[in-house]
């Protein structure tokens, strides 16, 4: 796929930025796909969409959560040439009970990922579990900057997986053969409950960031109390659910199968993000 237009969709995101990331410092054409980025792109308004896909022969495809866009899309990208595709899918989408199949962002990876396999163009699925950069660029980060992660994850486990091992595997399959109708879940190498994240945080940072368990209930009320809506508590206590239930303690083998190695430990994603000044200013 060398000299040929790869088009990153959710270019700004986890994995997406660094995606763009590792394929320009490979020489690499890389464009942003956003209502501000390379090419203008919005989910809702498809007369974005082909003037995105123009002379694009590689996509990576963040989807919009809640809604079944990526049917059409992929069928529309394959219409204007798209040669390869790589979709970032979710760990447990095909483990029944992991997600209520009527919640409408597991409903759009369920839709997504069969719409991918119906293409007959080069595809790759990418499953990540949590996200370890959660607790430094996502929804943990005001937790930890506080000093107490509050949480209804009780005592379970997850393989959290380094955002740049996804990149790394990603960018292995949008550039390189071999890894066509692949379907890599991807994890790092040991289960890490919430109180030991915290614990290698802390000892990242030099500073006691604590685990404190709560009740689903009782999450909510805290959070509907902030300033969430009802409803939107309820879906983030929701999404914990797999934590809670241990469904997420398993180690994948997608980063050995697609780059030939081991991915980053959770420790070593906790150090290099303290080192980088990713929690300064934590009390």
């Known amino acids: 796929m060398t000299g040929q237009q790869i088009l990153v969709i959710g270019g700004t995101g986890k994995s997406g930025r660094r995606i763009v990331s590792r394929l320009r410092a490979a020489g690499l054409p890389a464009l942003v796909a956003s209502r501000s980025g390379d090419r203008r792109f919005d989910w809702t308004d498809r007369d974005t969409w082909d003037t995105a896909l123009e002379g694009v022969r590689a996509v990576y495809l963040v989807p919009f959560d809640g809604e079944q866009l990526t049917r059409p899309f992929v069928e529309r990208a394959v219409e204007l040439g798209v040669q390869r595709l790589v979709l970032l899918s979710g760990r447990g989408v095909d483990v029944p009970g992991y997600v209520d199949p009527r919640n409408p962002a597991a409903q759009t990876h369920i839709d997504g990922e069969a ?169």
């Open 115 to 283: 719409a991918v396999r119906d293409l007959d163009i080069e595809w790759t699925i990418v499953r990540p579990g949590w996200f370890a950069q959660n607790f430094d660029e996502g929804f943990f980060r005001d937790a930890v900057l506080a000093g107490e992660l509050r949480l209804p994850a009780g005592d379970g486990a997850a393989t959290f997986v380094d955002a740049e091992d996804i990149a790394a595997v990603a960018v292995a399959a949008l550039t390189e053969d071999g890894h066509d109708r692949q379907v890599y879940e991807l994890s790092g190498p040991r289960a890490v409950t919430i109180a030991e994240a915290a614990a290698e945080i802390s000892a990242a940072t030099g500073r006691e960031i604590r685990y404190v368990p709560l009740s689903p209930e009782d999450f909510v009320a805290e959070l509907t109390v902030s300033g969430w809506s009802p409803g939107d508590a309820a879906d983030f206590a929701e999404a914990m659910a797999p934590l809670r239930r241990d469904l997420d303690s398993h180690v994948s083998d997608g980063v050995r199968r697609a780059l030939g190695r081991e991915p980053r430990d959770f420790s070593e994603y906790a150090k290099a993000a303290a080192a980088a000044g990713a929690w300064q200013g934590v009390s």
